[in-house]
């Protein structure tokens, strides 16, 4: 299953912005992802560093009793650059 939410976004169900709201998010996906499943999940805000969200992650996914047995980042590819070394694209893999 893949995780690729919008920076922020409204609807009629309500707002979604990732820098406060990641978790809303990612709980559903989460619990839709079978034992044994992956989940890609991906944030794109430079805002959010790659360890404040990698353990906004890991967090979440304690709380809702699907804690990540590992997880595998995948590095933006050069042609998606990032001036001071910290991409705004992070990329994880987790295994549930």
Not at 22 to 40: D, F, I, M
Not at 64 to 71: E, H, L, S, T
Not at 74 to 93: M, N, Q, R
Request: glycine share 6%; with cysteine.
């Amino acid at each position: 299953m893949y995780l690729d939410p919008p920076r922020w976004a409204k609807s009629h169900f309500g707002t979604v912005d990732l820098i406060r709201d990641y978790p809303s998010v990612l709980k559903p996906s989460l619990l839709a992802v079978s034992e044994g499943g992956q989940l890609v999940c991906t944030n794109n805000v430079a805002k959010v560093s790659l360890e404040d969200w990698l353990d906004v992650i890991k967090r979440c996914a304690t709380k809702a009793g699907r804690p990540v047995k590992d997880i595998q980042l995948i590095t933006p590819e050069a042609d998606f650059p990032s001036t001071d070394g910290c991409h705004p694209l992070k990329i994880a893999v987790l295994q549930l």
